[in-house]
């Protein structure tokens, strides 16, 4: 039993050595890997972007740099606040419903850089103002969904200086009774992706067919709104397009080309009532540079032309109206707008309408 008992120390102490040190060991391993997880942790915080505390053409306001922090900043928006895009891609869809006033508008601001991305062009609005009153959009851009910017039941915004394209549809919609906007000085390309005659430039009101959907079946009055020296190319439908129940808009300024439409005649078509379009440029119309119709009775009238200039097709006209008698004699066409046919002032192609000096 003696020699047993010895075995059985030898062998305990053997045994407590190793456990010793695997001990050891565990413990270096362990503090190794703590401090590889340490350094690489370390190493990303380095190498991070750290949010920027203000913007470049922006006012101050509170920045944001990703989709969840500008969705929560919208969600929580109230009159007077300004929420600014930091550079970077911000994606999926984004809504405001929010309301400012007149004396304290919310503001997003960003850079061409800061780019809200709608994603696939089959569905959904990239950024919606849905009863958003008094809201200014300035300087981001906006890419994908199957619209890019839509506005319903929303007035007197500002949409300026935005880069809007690629997108599945119109690029910018006006809707739902929105009125007393103002979209100004952008830059609308790329359009159509998903449905090529869907693919205008920007869009006002609602076609007849779809008052019951949008406005209980009475005009979608979408009054009073101004398109206003923005670059409009790459467009499948109409530059700028104005549905019949719209009243009172203006269309200046604008330089609108036609030379990737498939599935319109015209830069701009006109079937509300009284609105003003002038100084307006186009070039590459498939055939004519305005056009005015008359698709539900009452509406098509008293649209006034002044000082456009339109490249048109050699049968075409540089205003075109497609209408009766009461449409006809409402429309004023300036004698200083101009027909281009190759290039040359062709004067017999300005309108059939006598032109008002």
């Given at each position: 039993?003696?020699?047993?008992?010895?075995?059985?120390?030898?062998?305990?102490?053997?045994?407590?050595?190793?456990?010793?040190?695997?001990?050891?060991?565990w413990r270096v391993w362990a503090a190794a890997a703590a401090g590889a997880v340490l350094a690489?942790?370390?190493?990303?915080?380095?190498?991070a972007t750290p949010l920027p505390t203000s913007v470049a053409g922006c006012p101050d306001g509170r920045v944001v740099g990703d989709a969840g922090a500008l969705r929560a900043a919208l969600a929580e928006a109230g009159p007077g606040d300004t929420i600014v895009l930091a550079p970077g891609r911000y994606e999926g869809s984004f809504e405001a419903t929010a309301a400012g006033t007149d004396t304290e508008p919310v503001t997003l601001c960003g850079t061409s850089d800061s780019v809200l991305d709608g994603g696939p062009t089959d569905d959904g609005y990239t950024l919606h103002?849905?009863?958003?009153?008094?809201w200014t959009l300035t300087g981001f851009s906006v890419t994908g969904g199957m619209k890019g910017i839509m506005l319903d039941r929303t007035s007197h915004a500002t949409l300026r200086g935005l880069t809007v394209s690629g997108v599945g549809d119109e690029a910018i919609h006006l809707r739902a009774g929105s009125s007393d906007n103002l979209i100004e000085g952008n830059?609308?390309?790329?359009?159509?992706?998903?449905r090529p005659e869907f693919g205008e430039g920007v869009?006002?009101?609602?076609?007849?067919?779809?008052?019951?959907?949008?406005?209980?079946?009475?005009?979608?009055?979408?009054?009073?709104?101004?398109?206003v020296g923005n670059r409009i190319h790459e467009v499948t439908a109409e530059a700028i397009d104005v549905k019949e129940g719209t009243t009172a808009g203006e269309i200046s300024g604008n330089t609108l080309d036609g030379a990737a439409m498939t599935e319109a005649d015209s830069v701009i078509d006109v079937k509300g009532n009284d609105w003003v379009v002038t100084g307006n440029t186009g070039t590459a119309s498939p055939?004519?540079?305005a056009q005015v119709h008359a698709v539900v009775d009452g509406w098509g009238t008293g649209t006034r032309f002044s000082g456009n200039?339109?490249?048109?097709a050699s049968d075409g006209y540089a205003i075109a109206i497609d209408a009766g008698a009461a449409v006809r004699s409402s429309t004023t066409i300036g004698c200083d707008d101009v027909a281009l046919v190759d290039g040359e002032p062709a004067p017999a192609r300005v309108s059939s309408v006598a032109c008002t000096p």
């Open positions: 039993m003696q020699g047993d008992s010895r075995v059985f120390g030898v062998e305990w102490w053997a045994n407590y050595a190793d456990v010793v040190r695997m001990s050891r060991m690489g942790a370390l190493a990303a915080c380095a190498g103002l849905d009863g958003a009153d008094h830059d609308v390309s790329s359009t159509g992706h998903r869009y006002v009101g609602s076609a007849q067919s779809n008052w019951c959907d949008i406005s209980g079946c009475a005009p979608d009055a979408s009054d009073r709104n101004r398109i055939r004519d540079g200039t339109f490249a048109i």
